[in-house]
């Protein structure tokens, strides 16, 4: 069995992991049959058949928690203890990237869900289904407890989060609450993903069950939805691709599944397309197939001969087509196709639905279901072509001490193994590692809220264990700032992970932002680092994971120190733990990073 196999495998049974399994093992209490509303709501949790539930805990659902623990064992969903609500919900977020699927979390009352925004508004700019449990109450005012209890309920408290969630509900009968539960996965799991919130009264969840509920199969009440295209609108996307002097593929957001990458290269290589993919979201072409482009940042139709032709543009569920009309720049008078069913969740409060796109024709519709359609419509080899050369990989070694050389010393120590990079950096170039298989690299946070990285790393090697693919995490000294204590879930549950941290010792993204302004009002550049870098004292990145239970490594200040770092490293993760190597990069982007961070209108 190989590695993606063998991680589909246990995906399907949905069942934790064995080692994760025997962390926190509760002493059996015999109960067999839901006393209280939250062992009523716990059997909803059981028969989602979701592994587990990351959680920072919280009075105001001390009752779902005993439930989870004392009623189901704490199996299917296990507990997975966070020590920070954004951590919680970050990992699931992760989980999903790899799984697809949601997982569930828990946080407290107003103040936990408040942590919790952030991770979020993430998961929802990159449309992925997490289920947030939380809790509030009593909502009866005579049944509270004095101070806290006050302090602690808030009226129309979904109102926090429902403009970046899916749905969200306040049940009020176990009854209710356990088809919201239903009902509210179903609709995170369904496309366009995203999470959904759901509230329960702290007095719905103590109170004594009156009455059984009738049991039901929990499967009818959320069947899958497969939003394919009509068949008509297949055939005239085809025959405007057929026609197409030089089309364009924008392969942007998509599944894991590998059945669905292949479709994508078939297409593309059938009408001889051009393809460019977005390190924001999860790897979805080969980036060493000779009709790969690169990424945006780098594309201009000076920069790529070929596209100065393109007169059809397909976009695959590209996170902001309007953008790449406009910096593309390539192609103003193209016809573009849009495959997405992202408008329909397309709502007033943040703009994360970007620009108005041109658009010829739409298919509103899962591009993972449409391509497979479009290459059947199409034919194979419909136009026999020279392809150009793979794009190569630089061998040239870069001056000083760069992001560039944490690739470069991965990619010699790593070789031909199999790799999830689970999180890169914002300056990161996408020519610098190669992904082959939707597994290769899950994408970024989403949302563009920093410290999200080591959060979902956690969350994708959690579901990644099992798989043989090594989770690598390369992150920001920033970044993993703000959500380091996720390392301590790493390694308390037994998730194995590599952490690489490209640590300029600065939020150095703001100081370019800094040096603009500086530019364009004739002010000292040389200032730009004030108020923005982590310095006198550096932090000790290496034992803030230590701090956590994971093996640090490092300061590495040298290029040459580096792989032998990274090899250690590697098989402490093999090992089983968590390892945590700080480089010293120095401050600095790449020229192709600062030029598109510092054009006009950035
Ligand atoms: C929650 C949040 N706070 C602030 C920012 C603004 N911001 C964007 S990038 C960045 C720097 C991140 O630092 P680091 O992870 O070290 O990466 P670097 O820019 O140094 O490569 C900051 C502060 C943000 N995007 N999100
Ligand atoms: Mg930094």
Same mark, same amino acid.
């Given at each position: 069995?190989? %590695?993606?196999?063998?991680a589909?495998a246990?995906?399907k049974t ?13 002493t059996p209490?015999?109960a ?11 059997d ?10 990351a959680?920072t805990?919280g ?11 004392n009623?189901l064992?704490?199996?299917?969903p296990?507990?997975l203890?966070?020590?920070?609500e ?11 990237k790899?799984t ?8 407290h009352?107003n103040?936990?869900l408040? $942590?919790a925004?952030m991770?979020?508004?993430n998961?929802?700019?990159d449309?992925?289904?997490?289920v ?14 004095p ?12 109102a ?5 969630t899916?749905w969200?509900?306040?049940p ?24 959904v919130?759901?509230?329960?009264d ?21 069947? %899958? ?5 009509p ?7 085809a ?6 002097k ?11 599944d590998p ?10 290589e ?13 790897a979805?072409f080969?980036t060493?197939?000779?009709l790969?482009v690169?990424s945006?940042?780098a ?9 100065k ?6 976009s695959?569920d ?7 009309m406009?910096?593309g ?10 495959v ?7 709502g007033?409060?943040?703009m994360?639905?970007q620009?108005?796109?041109p ?17 059947k ?37 790593l ?7 689970? $999180? ?5 170039d ?6 082959r298989?939707?597994l290769?690299?899950i ?10 990285g ?5 969350g994708?090697?959690?579901a ?7 989770p690598?995490?390369i992150?920001?000294d ?16 037994k ?12 939020f150095?993204?703001d ?6 302004m500086?530019?364009?009002r004739?002010?000292?550049?040389e200032?730009?680092w004030?108020?923005?870098?982590m ?14 239970g ?11 120190d ?14 089983g733990?968590?390892?945590v190597?700080?480089v010293?990069?120095?401050?600095g982007?790449t020229?192709?990073?600062?030029a ?7």
């Open positions: 069995m190989t %590695p993606s196999q063998a589909s246990r995906a949905n069942d934790a992991d064995p080692a994760v399994a025997g962390v926190e093992r509760p209490t015999g067999n049959a839901p006393g209280f509303g939250s062992d009523v709501i716990a909803a949790l059981r028969s989602l058949d979701i592994p587990y539930i959680l805990p009075a105001s659902y001390r009752g779902l928690h005993d439930s989870i623990v009623y064992g704490n199996t299917k296990q507990m203890l966070c020590l920070h954004e951590a919680a919900v970050a990992i699931a977020h992760g989980y999903a790899v697809g699927k949601a997982m569930v979390t828990a946080v009352s103040v936990g408040m $942590h925004t991770a979020m508004f998961a929802w700019c449309r992925m289904p997490v947030v449990l939380g809790a509030t109450g009593p909502v009866d005012a005579a049944k509270r407890r101070w806290i209890d006050w302090i602690h309920t808030s009226r129309d408290q979904g926090l989060v429902r403009d970046y899916k969200d509900d306040q009020s009968s176990p009854g209710a609450a356990r088809e919201a539960i239903m009902r509210g996965t179903w609709i995170a799991n369904t496309a366009p993903q995203g999470p919130y759901i509230n329960f702290a007095e719905l969840q103590e109170e004594k069950v009156s009455e059984q509920l009738p049991p039901i199969d929990p499967a009818r009440y959320m069947p %899958p939805i497969a939003t394919a295209a068949a008509e609108l297949v055939r005239q996307a025959n405007m691709l057929k026609d197409a030089q089309v364009l593929i924008l392969a942007g957001r998509a599944s894991r059945e669905a990458w292949k479709a994508r290269v078939a297409l593309a059938a009408i001889n397309a051009r393809v460019v993919t977005d390190l924001k979201i999860g979805s080969p060493d197939h000779p790969y690169g945006p940042r594309i201009t139709p000076e920069s790529v001969e070929g596209l032709n393109v007169d059809v543009v397909l695959l590209w996170v902001d087509l309007a953008g790449a406009r910096y720049g390539p192609m103003p008078s193209a016809k573009v196709i849009q997405s069913l992202d408008q329909r969740i397309h007033g409060w943040n994360d639905y620009g108005l796109p658009v010829d024709l739409i298919l509103s519709a899962d591009p993972d279901l449409v391509v497979p359609e479009l290459v419509e199409i034919g194979k080899s419909f136009k026999p072509h020279a392809v150009p050369g793979a794009r190569k990989t630089s061998d040239k070694e870069p001056a000083g001490f760069t992001n560039e050389h944490i690739a470069r010393a991965l990619r010699k120590v070789g031909e193994r199999v790799v999830t990079y689970t $999180h890169l950096p914002l300056s990161w996408d020519s610098w590692i190669t992904f298989h939707p290769d690299y994408g970024s946070d989403g949302g563009g809220g920093v410290g999200g080591p959060g979902i790393s956690v994708a090697a959690l990644l264990k099992g798989s043989g693919r090594l690598v995490a992150c920001g920033g970044d993993f700032l703000m959500g380091v204590t996720a390392v301590w879930t790493a390694v308390h549950y998730i194995p992970l590599l952490f690489v941290l490209a640590n300029n010792r600065s150095y993204n100081e370019l932002h800094q040096e603009r500086a530019r364009a004739n002010r000292p550049v200032n730009k004030i108020g923005q870098r310095s006198d004292p550096e932090v000790d990145l290496a034992a803030m994971g230590r701090a956590q994971a093996i640090g490594f490092g300061p590495i200040t040298k290029p040459a580096l792989a032998p770092a990274l090899e250690k490293a590697i098989a402490a993760v093999d090992a733990q968590v390892a190597v700080d010293r990069v120095e401050p982007y020229a192709v990073m600062t598109a961070m510092t054009r006009a209108g950035s």
